[in-house]
């Protein structure tokens, strides 16, 4: 027995099928709507001459994010979400790790480090 599963995807106008999704943006805010074919035509036509008046603007880009923690271990991950935890600062369940959590985890255990590390002056 073979199963067929089927989309239809309906107008959010008219609830007719055979729609399809549009997307647009006004007041730098996108839209997608579903809309039929002639639903869409209606569109266009109102849109076209605002559109063809104006003058067009690439999408604004945001920087490139960079990593926090491109090498380490899940093990130290958690490590890191958990010491966070313990301190009240802002933790993310899962994803990436904020840049300034990072930060505070290694200045707090550089600072063990380097105070371990250092032996007792002799008298």
Do not use: C
């Amino acid at each position: 027995m073979a199963t067929r599963n089927y989309s239809v995807i309906e107008s959010d106008l008219s609830g007719e099928t055979g729609a399809s999704h549009v997307r647009f943006g006004y007041e730098d805010v996108w839209y997608e709507i579903d809309l039929t074919d002639e639903e869409r035509q209606t569109l266009a036509d109102a849109l076209n001459p605002y559109i063809a008046s104006a003058r067009r603007k690439t999408a604004v880009r945001r920087p490139a994010r960079r990593l926090a923690v491109p090498d380490t271990t899940v093990e130290e991950r958690k490590e890191i979400r958990a010491w966070g935890r313990d301190n009240g600062l802002d933790v993310p369940e899962r994803g990436f790790i904020p840049r300034a959590l990072y930060e505070a985890y290694q200045e707090a255990h550089s600072a063990k480090s380097t105070s371990a590390d250092k032996k007792p002056a002799r008298r």
